[in-house]
């Protein structure tokens, strides 16, 4: 089955770090870009960032600029963003996306994704 699988969520406080995972299964995800997208209840999902095949290539929104990072092991067919100082504002549930395309590829928005995996939910309580 072709498909990809959010983990790592969780509850966390204020200024909390964590690291979310998106493995993929049935198909080798080095000839993709991720992104990563959240959408925080009763509003619209968003793009986070993003990440070229190779991993040569990221971008992010500035809401989250210098507190996230995004990454990925192609040898483990899986990509992660790391989370550190995070805010209520970071609430909801965070789901990953892969988009076949060159090493220049780094997809900003959800149009025409491959693959989205069902997501993944992040509390930011204290």
């Known amino acids: 089955q072709l498909q990809l699988v959010e983990s790592g969520g969780g509850l966390v406080q204020p200024g909390g770090s964590l690291r979310l995972s998106c493995a993929a299964s049935?198909?080798?995800?080095?000839?993709?870009?991720i992104g990563w997208f959240r959408q925080a209840p009763g509003k619209v999902r968003e793009w986070v960032s993003c990440?070229?095949?190779?991993?040569?290539?990221?971008k992010y929104a500035e809401s989250v600029k210098g507190r996230l990072t995004i990454s990925r092991d192609n040898a483990e067919n899986t990509g992660y963003l790391l989370m550190n100082s995070l805010k209520s504002e970071d609430t909801g549930v965070y789901y990953c996306?892969?988009?076949?395309?060159?090493?220049?590829?780094?997809?900003?928005?959800?149009?025409?994704?491959?693959?989205w995996g069902k997501g993944t939910e992040v509390t930011v309580s204290s």
């Open positions: 990440i070229s095949s190779s991993g040569g290539r990221t």
């Open positions: 049935g198909f080798t995800l080095d000839a993709y870009a």
């Open positions: 996306a892969a988009l076949w395309g060159n090493d220049k590829t780094c997809p900003t928005g959800g149009y025409g994704m491959n693959y």
